[in-house]
């Protein structure tokens, strides 16, 4: 039998990788066959595509890069700029942006280029004036002062994390916690939803550098034209991390009010995720930042990733194909119908629903933590993560909450009633787990008690389900 491309490939690289480390080849393996069996609900997880995986294995990992296209401080990286510029054409194109930059290892590093670029523009000084044109070596010790002096207790508003905001919004333990003079706006308590009067008065009387919008767990639309609007009124820089629902920008899925690239001073987002590309991070902004998020490398990055910048090349050109506005409408659909089963298996969701690609359940309607129910729904092939609700009262490691989403599953091909399947089958899991209790007989925030059997019944229902929409069917490793 003849195989075909994407089989050889896969079963090459395994052969060439076993014969120097068989376990490493091994684990590759078997992650697919997981993969291929269990019902992966995490949001902020896709399946990439077989031509975006295969252009992360090739020579560009072996090249160094710092600096900019043209503009190397390393010789011989004409290749490296063929795909850097391919990759930011393409992103350009796809998200109508003036600039966009590519070299960020990942989300949190392309939020510390904005954060930076931002600082760099907004604040003045004679040593930042220095940096600026690269004369570092002409800086005194009384010029540092000044400019960490200048460039600290800037002021960050953003999304707290138990409304739905990312760790990188101002979370005290992250960087960006303790870069800025942080303050957060949250969720309507009655509702769960952003209330703009609210955050404009947070504003108003906070009065940040930096206003930013975009979320992790929040499961509505958010209105850009409305936060750019608040921004400007107090002189601030808006900025919107749309990792998680860049697969629905780019699908024009989110268009208008609501599509933060023609709102934001600067936009920042992850490759992976509902675009479904390679794991890595993008700026977007418009002229006025663009030299400043140029100097991401080597303000904040190290030597960028050619070989990820290639499948970035690859996965933004596949966003651009007719398909994927399809794709992109189809998660949204597929939240909906998953939302609406759970809801009428008597689940209690945040916001009482979803508008864009995640779920958010309060699963103490079910007496549980989002630790225990985590684990309850892994052990019965469903793959999820806890995350906090508003007011969370088990803080953020154990959680009252299981956030899901929808575009892997989308990816296999998966539509509405097996999204009503899933809820079913997520419900029976839930409803039939208990908490358990620690050794000394107090309650317990991790442990719990499901019975084997169900869960064994439960897993194998879900690998009957995805049977019909097999994951990467042209991959065969034999």
Not at 63 to 72: D, M, Q, S
């Amino acid at each position: 039998m003849s195989l075909n491309a994407e089989s050889t490939a896969f079963r090459s690289a395994l052969e060439v990788i076993r014969a120097v480390e068989p376990r490493v080849a091994d684990a590759i393996g078997a992650e697919l066959a997981d993969q291929r069996e269990s019902l992966k609900l995490i949001a902020s997880e896709n399946y990439a595509s077989p031509a975006t995986l295969l252009a992360m294995g090739n020579w560009f990992s072996d090249k160094y890069a710092e600096g900019t296209i043209g503009r190397r401080f390393y010789a011989g990286c004409q290749n490296v700029d063929t795909v850097e510029a391919l990759a930011a054409e393409h992103a350009k194109e796809l998200f109508g942006a003036a600039h966009a930059y590519v070299q960020p290892h990942s989300g949190i590093d392309a939020n510390l280029v904005a954060f930076w670029a931002i600082l760099a523009d907004r604040v003045e000084s004679p040593a930042l004036k220095k940096a600026q044109v690269r004369q570092v070596n002409d800086l005194t010790e009384a010029d540092w002062f000044a400019l960490r002096r200048e460039l600290g207790n800037q002021r960050m508003l953003g999304m707290s994390l138990d409304a739905g905001g990312h760790l990188t919004h101002g979370f005290r333990p992250n960087i960006s916690g303790k870069m800025f003079d942080q303050r957060s706006y949250g969720t309507d308590p009655a509702t769960g939803l952003v209330d703009y009067d609210k955050v404009a008065e947070a504003a108003r009387e906070f009065k940040p550098l930096i206003l930013v919008a975009g979320y992790s767990a929040y499961p509505r639309k958010v209105n850009f034209r409305i936060m750019r609007e608040i921004a400007d009124s107090v002189g601030a820089t808006f900025m919107v991390d749309m990792a998680h629902f860049a697969g629905l920008v780019a699908g024009k899925v989110f268009t208008g009010d609501f599509d933060p690239v023609p709102h934001a001073h600067i936009v920042t987002t992850t490759t992976h995720k509902s675009l479904r590309g390679p794991r890595g991070g993008m700026v977007l902004c418009g002229p006025e930042l663009a030299d400043q998020v140029d100097r991401g490398c080597p303000m904040v990055l190290g030597g960028p990733l050619p070989h990820v910048m290639a499948a970035k090349a690859v996965a933004l050109a596949e966003a651009r194909r007719p398909d994927f506005a399809d794709y992109a409408q189809r998660i949204v659909d597929n939240a909906h119908a998953l939302a609406e089963g759970l809801l009428r298996r008597g689940a209690k969701l945040v916001t009482g629903g979803t508008d864009n690609h995640l779920v958010l359940i309060d699963v103490s309607g079910y007496g549980l933590t989002g630790r225990q129910a985590e684990q309850a729904l892994l052990d019965s092939g469903i793959v999820t993560n806890r995350n906090a609700v508003p007011q969370d009262p088990n803080g953020a490691w154990y959680t009252s909450g299981i956030r899901i989403g929808t575009p892997a599953l989308t990816t296999r091909g998966l539509g509405a009633s097996e999204m009503d399947t899933t809820a079913e089958l997520m419900h029976t899991v839930l409803s039939q787990t208990t908490p358990g209790a620690n050794a000394d007989g107090t309650p317990s925030k991790a442990k719990y008690v499901l019975d084997p059997a169900l869960a064994e019944t439960v897993s194998k229902q879900a690998s009957d389900l995805l049977a019909g929409f097999p994951l990467y069917p042209s991959v065969d490793l034999g």
